[in-house]
């Protein structure tokens, strides 16, 4: 005769769930693809490596970068990894007259000369990448994943990816976005939400129209789409995994707390601001790309915040910023750095590693999700 124990509780592990399962790995957690340069090889591989999806922003990439860079991946970490690109907005691209584009350079001179750098010329503002050819030389490359932010995946990138056998995900801010994503193929969707930091993606309505939150956006697009959902925006410990799971997501996508590793590309001055009381505010601002994007606010930001809506489109602002932010970097001149961040980034503190930050990830997060019951037999008596 044998009797049953009690019901007993066993720590939840942190499973792989149906993203992981899609890309094949052991964590349904993410690192956040990070565009001009804040990207790392070392990074991604570390996040593959513990088991988690590593990922890099190649969006200013050329076409022969990119097939370089995928090769780099591919020798740091035999693990899956996404590769991510932004997919233009229509009126990039025009080239601005002389006149006006001296006008935008006039209001930044101040700064060219306070930090001892050339103002660009005509010919360094020159466009960005081609999308095409930056897609055709990441199909040939064939990484595991490919991400993209900002719009659509054209109908011959989802082709190719079936027929490659790579994940293509794609990034909404919007639940109209995320259906959109999945009718146009897209293998899953991230649900990026207004608390992320970085580059805001919306491609459906302008972003003022498509600023939901994280925790209110997740669970609507959960409702509304069948294919995996992975929540972005304002995680950074173990308490925001625990929740987004509870909300629908099946991952966790994590930008700001990788940033804050050392493995990142950020600069001294940014990776300093990451985990401190001043992180606790971030504001929306197009001052240094021209596109919109979130990031902590500091005296370039403020001095310069009535010109918000005049400066001139990305990849132009982008341009005309790119010598104030290396030289601002490198002069450690953190009123001039252009300090991504999301809302939760006074918790992202500075880690030793990206391996230890994401064990601590999983540990916290083990503690938060509901226990698993279990029964076990009793040892049988009366032989």
Known sequence: MSTTAPTSLDPTPLAPGRFGELVGTALPVVQGPFGGGLSSVALAAAVSEGGGLGSYGAHIHSPDEITALVARLRAATDRPFAVNLWVPQEGEGRELPAGELAEHVERLRPYYEELGVRP???????????????????????????????????????????????????????????????????????????????????????????????????????DAVTVPVVAAGGIADGRGIAAALALGADAVQIGTGFLAARESGASEPHRRALGTPEARTTVLTRLFSGRTARGIPNAFVRDMAAHEDHVPPYPVQNALMQPI??????????????????????????SPSAAAYLADLVTDARKRLPARRHTEPLPTSGR
Request: glycine share 8%; aromatic share 4%; hydrophobic share 50%.
């Open 120 to 222: 660009p010329s005509a010919g360094d503002v020159r466009a960005r990448p081609d999308f095409d050819e930056q897609l055709d030389a990441l199909l040939a490359a064939a990484p595991p994943v490919i991400s993209l932010v900002m719009g659509l995946p054209p109908r011959r990138l989802v082709a190719e990816a079936r027929r490659r056998g790579i994940v293509v995900v794609g990034t909404a801010t919007t639940v109209e976005e995320a259906v959109a994503l999945e009718r146009a193929g897209a293998d899953a969707v991230a649900a990026s939400g207004s608390d992320a930091g970085g580059h805001r993606g919306a491609f459906l309505r302008p972003v003022r129209e498509s600023l939901v939150g994280t925790f209110s956006l997740v669970p609507q697009v959960a």
């Open 325 to 350: 932010r290396r030289a601002a970097a490198e002069q450690d001149r953190p009123a001039y750095v252009n300090l991504w961040a999301g809302q939760a980034a006074a918790l992202a503190q500075e």
